[in-house]
């Protein structure tokens, strides 16, 4: 079966102040699921915000430890922006109502962009262009000043130009070895030697990957493939053509 190749291209909970409560956006969409290219971020209302007092009292100045672990555990699970109610940008912004210098919440923000910088680069490599659009969009909302920002956008501009082939596989039928993943993995390979292409195949584990490439070879046998294995939770192939094709 022939595969065709593919293109592809929330708000935190807000610091209210003493003064007044209002409301901020609420993301709608969750980390998992990239939006089509067509649409912006669909922002509405989720839930009610919580009231963070700007008070420096010592009762308020005693959370910030257990907050700050929570946020940092938030962090490295990737709720960055979401859920609405338990996410790492939400309490660090609540760290620093309290302590508006605390450095700890200042880096995590920090941190929160360059995650997200990471996982655009991520999308944009496999071919996900609307995905990689998103989560730089969330990069910026965090700190739209961080100098990662703008190579991250030039890299992504770049990417979208490009004419690589891009394919997305459907991993119960690569997992299982089925005679219709060999059939497009065949196919990807005889692509692969008639672009002289170099390959870039994404799996969740290595020896899925392993078997990926030994199909292809078999099916081009005599030919020198080139290419790499990146280990990751989307399972698919990139094909980078040569410059100028």
Same mark, same amino acid.
């Given at each position: ?24 956006? /609420? ?8 939006? *089509? /290219? ?58 620093? /109502? ?63 130009? *490009? ?50 490439? *030994? ?5 081009? *046998? ?24």
């Amino acid at each position: 079966m022939s595969m065709q190749p593919l293109r592809f291209l929330f708000f935190p909970l807000g610091v209210l102040l003493l003064s007044s409560c209002q409301t901020p956006p /609420a993301e709608s969409t969750v980390e998992e699921e990239p939006q *089509s /290219a067509n649409e912006v971020l669909d922002i509405r209302v989720l839930s009610d915000a919580e009231v963070y007092s700007g008070s420096s009292s010592a009762d308020n100045r005693g959370m910030i430890p257990d907050i700050l672990y929570a946020a940092l555990q938030a962090l490295s699970e990737d709720r960055l922006l979401t859920p609405v109610d338990d996410n790492a940008h939400g309490r660090f912004k609540r760290v620093l /109502a309290m302590d508006p210098k605390n450095e700890l919440a200042l880096e995590g923000l920090q941190d929160i962009v360059v995650r997200y910088l990471q996982l655009a680069g991520e999308s944009m490599r496999r071919g996900i262009f609307d995905e990689a659009e998103t989560l730089l969009g969330r990069a910026r909302f965090v700190d739209s000043r961080h100098p990662g920002i703008a190579s991250t956008a030039e890299a992504l501009r770049l990417e979208m130009n *490009s004419n690589d082939l891009f394919f997305r596989l459907d991993y119960p039928n690569y997992s299982a070895h089925s005679e219709l993943a060999q059939n497009e993995l065949a196919d990807i390979a005889r692509q692969t030697r008639e672009h002289e292409a170099f390959f870039l195949i994404t799996a969740p584990n290595d020896d899925l990957a392993r078997w990926m490439v *030994s199909v292809m070879r078999e099916a081009v *046998s005599g030919y020198r493939l080139r290419g790499n294995i990146e280990l990751s939770s989307r399972l698919g192939i990139r094909l980078r053509l040569p410059t100028g094709e």
